[in-house]
């Protein structure tokens, strides 16, 4: 199911089985439904673990209940995590607040927790079950966003369509709330002496790549100027085992730069001020650091206590501040790169 190996002092490989995994915690889930009896109305033999992959998230998710787990012993100074490629990744880290979301809008946690100490033993056996994974995702779900924690690093190459695509991650994880700490771009060739314009084909393609590719990483940094860029050289054969890996280099990422906007993209938190007015003329911004690549992709909803707010793809559900739930909105606009959402106060709600 996950085996851990160790390749060096300090540094140890672990690879986690998630469909072995899915089969392990199906059989625990079984033998508890089957513990309350014969009456419970539930039958998890009718169901073969295999079946339960086709269920869209489910192996994701264990995944990353595991990885909370590993984080929570402590056995570890850096837990590091490689991702599939963007998509597949930006579905992995929306999974825990999806899940967590549709079950609380379809059986509650107080709605759980009197079932479970209810007379009724079917419904009892089934919130425990449901409340334990609940409890696991919503951890796995804490470690995503708790910042100070967790970190991402985008890795990229140095081609227009892979810039495009790095774009829209950033602007996911900026929605998310994930800290993107560093971008690396991949297989940069090194810069080379001048060379004849004359010279043999392979040195005119060498050097027209090379100029490309700076093009391109030049309009990386101008289009993520708060966030570090590092280069990794081409080393022309496949990087393969300890000894490859470690021959490889990372060069020292830019700067960071100062300023208000940097700071508050490192802080990644919605933040809410009252801008002017009071009592019922008062007027709340709610600021979100959200560079949108595409803004006609933008869209806003209200959900009872919940901002629904979706750009380049990507949906996020965020539980308004107590004072914005007694609100209604009045407007929103992208400011540098923030998302501003303006409220004022509903007359039939707001204390008098």
Request: charged share 25%; net charge negative.
């Amino acid at each position: 199911m996950t085996g851990v190996r160790t390749v060096r002092p300090g540094l140890d490989v672990i690879e986690i089985d998630s469909l072995a995994l899915l089969e392990d915690r199906f059989r625990d889930a079984a033998r508890m439904l089957s513990g309350a009896g014969h009456e419970h109305g539930i039958d998890p033999a009718a169901l073969d673990p295999a079946e339960l992959t086709g269920l869209p998230g489910v192996q994701e998710l264990l995944m990353l209940t595991e990885i909370a787990q590993f984080a929570g012993d402590e056995d570890w100074d850096v837990i590091v995590v490689d991702c599939p490629p963007s998509a597949d990744m930006l579905r992995i880290v929306t999974a825990p607040d999806t899940l967590l979301g549709y079950l609380e809008r379809i059986w509650p946690a107080h709605a759980r927790m009197l079932d479970a100490t209810g007379t009724d033993l079917r419904r009892a056996v089934l919130a425990t079950t449901v409340e334990r994974i609940a409890a696991a995702v919503t951890e796995a779900r804490d470690l995503l966003a708790d910042r100070e924690r967790t970190g991402a690093r985008l890795i990229t190459v140095p081609e227009r369509v892979a810039l495009a695509e790095s774009a829209r991650v950033r602007s996911a994880a900026a929605l998310l709330g994930l800290r993107l700490d560093e971008v690396v771009v991949n297989k940069v060739l090194p810069p080379v002496p001048p060379a004849d314009p004359a010279a043999h084909p392979a040195v005119r393609w060498y050097l027209d790549r090379h100029a490309e590719q700076q093009q391109v990483l030049a309009e990386l940094r101008r289009r993520m100027p708060d966030v570090p860029v590092a280069i990794v050289e081409h080393s022309g054969a496949e990087p393969v085992g300890v000894a490859s890996l470690s021959a490889m280099a990372v060069s020292p990422p830019d700067p960071m730069l100062g300023g208000a906007n940097a700071d508050f993209a490192r802080s990644g938190a919605p933040q809410v001020r009252l801008t002017s007015g009071s009592g019922l003329d008062s007027v709340f911004t709610l600021r979100l650091r959200l560079p949108v690549v595409d803004p006609a992709t933008l869209r806003l909803g209200r959900v009872e206590d919940d901002l629904i707010v979706g750009a380049d793809g990507v949906r996020r559900r965020l539980r308004l501040a107590p004072v914005l739930r007694r609100c209604t909105v009045d407007g929103a606009e992208l400011d540098d790169g923030d998302l501003v959402v303006r409220f004022r106060p509903d007359a039939e709600v707001w204390p008098q």
